[in-house]
């Protein structure tokens, strides 16, 4: 079972690019890893210029692409109005970015932020669509 740096040798983190063997070895992490590991991992994917902060940008692409993604783009709030709502909540010191310390402990205590987290890998949508398309054709 791959540890959180196994994920931090893969080469998306290196290149910017990840094989299948690479995928294969993230997605293990995410359906059986540690909660910690998890966020780790997800703290590093969403940091997207690596800078090791998340910004406001970043996370508003993040929240946009999991309600894309998910098919809940028409929640009450806007991808605008979550991430604001998550800048505030989970922003301790008040600069703007996310540092990991923060995003870990904020994606504990902060229900909602943890659940769409934990939707932006859920992988039960693509599968019901590649098993709707076997059973079409």
């Not at 979550?82 to 922003?91: A, K, M, P, Q, S």
């Not at 008040?94 to 229900?111: C, I, N, P």
């Not at 599968?127 to 079409?136: G, P």
Request: charged share 30%; hydrophobic share 40%.
């Amino acid at each position: 079972k791959p540890t959180i740096s196994d994920i931090e040798r893969l080469s998306l983190l290196q290149d910017g690019y990840i094989d299948f063997m690479e995928y294969v070895a993230a997605l293990s992490l995410v359906m059986r890893g540690k909660m910690e590991h998890k966020l780790r991992w997800y703290f590093r994917l969403y940091d997207v210029d690596g800078n090791g902060c998340i910004d406001r940008h970043e996370l508003l692409n993040i929240i946009k692409a999991i309600r894309a993604i998910n098919g809940s783009e028409s929640q009450e709030s806007s991808a605008e109005e979550f991430t604001n709502r998550v800048f505030d909540r989970i922003d301790v010191n008040g600069d703007g970015e996310l540092s990991l310390e923060e995003f870990v402990a904020g994606a504990r205590t902060d229900e909602e932020f943890m659940e769409v987290m934990m939707k932006s890998l859920d992988l039960s949508h693509i599968v019901a669509m590649i098993h709707n398309r076997r059973h079409s054709v």
